[in-house]
């Protein structure tokens, strides 16, 4: 055992002892998920993040139906997963963990939609509408696990064939709270909603006004926002100028922003490397 991972224990076995014992891991696993998404040094998260995801999984192992600690998990193995792991296999593994926990999540808030999961579409989607503003924590973390889960096996149709529950579930999201999670759930539809040109069906405006709206709602601070504007819409309508734009504005910004310093660094790198391709 690693002294990051005896430390990191020991932390929880003081927060067991403290009184609440569900209030106390579950602020332990905010507080963890905060370290790594302010930490401005992915080398950092990429080698201790694995200590992190070892605790979480301890914590659910004494509270297994405790849906804070659950959505915590998906979401670190998730981001770990899509953002610091090059292995394919890893990464498949790792989000097939984050998945499983937010659909373990998505059971104790929603167990109606969580049994229409694997359902025909047309028994799925109506489920939807009874989802309210309360129970939006799991909805989203399902929908953002669920496609971390499908990006690392883009190249498995059966994976692709699932994206339109996740937009339908991400769409639900930003009917009730459009600036939820800072915009994030509009990045994502962003993402989705510009997968194809025009000339073969695609509806890349509609992606357009997602990514703006993610902008608008971080107050410009999520810089990978900015970022995956110009990869997904700018270099499908092949406009440069707005390219290049978006991507200058990454690099002249500051990357430190509460809960999205980690993200505003790689959107930084991602930036560089991308002005740097011959793609126009």
């Given amino acids: 055992m690693t002294a990051a991972i005896r430390l ?10 403290s009184g609440c014992t569900s209030l106390a891991t579950g602020r332990l ?8 998404l302010d ?3 992915p080398e950092t998260v990429r080698a201790g993040t694995p200590a992190y995801l070892l605790l979480i999984d301890s914590l659910i192992g004494e509270s297994p139906d405790d849906g804070r600690l ?4 998906a979401r670190l193995y998730g981001a770990y997963a899509t953002a610091l792991v090059t292995d394919p296999e890893r990464g498949r593994r790792l989000t097939g963990h984050s998945l499983k926990l937010a659909r373990r999540a998505l059971c104790i808030d929603l167990p109606d939609l969580c049994r229409q999961l694997d359902a025909p579409f047309d028994r799925f989607q109506p489920l939807l509408e009874q989802v309210s503003s309360g129970t939006l924590p799991s909805l989203y973390g399902m929908a953002v696990s669920w496609a971390g889960w499908i990006q690392v096996r883009s190249d498995d149709w059966n994976a692709l064939a699932q994206l339109p529950r996740v937009e339908a579930m991400l769409q639900r999201v930003v009917d009730l709270e459009p600036d939820y999670d800072r915009g994030r ?7 989705l909603r510009t997968q194809l040109p025009p000339a073969l069906g695609g509806k890349p405006e509609l992606g357009r006004h997602h990514f703006e709206l993610a902008i608008r709602y971080s107050g410009g601070r999520d810089l990978m926002a900015k970022v995956e504007y110009a990869r997904r819409y700018a270099r499908l309508v092949f406009d440069r100028t707005l ?19 980690l993200s505003n660094v790689l959107a930084r790198e991602q930036a560089r490397r991308l002005l740097d391709e011959e793609y126009f």
């Fill in 243 to 261: 390219h290049d734009r978006l991507l200058n504005e990454v690099l002249a910004a500051s990357p430190e922003e509460p809960g999205l310093t």
């Fill in 39 to 41: 930490q401005d040094d």
């Fill in 70 to 73: 659950l959505r915590a998990g």
């Fill in 185 to 191: 759930a509009q990045l994502y539809l962003g993402v």
């Fill in 8 to 17: 990191l224990l020991l932390f929880a076995a003081v927060a067991l002892t």
């Fill in 29 to 36: 696993a905010d507080n963890l998920s905060r370290a790594m």
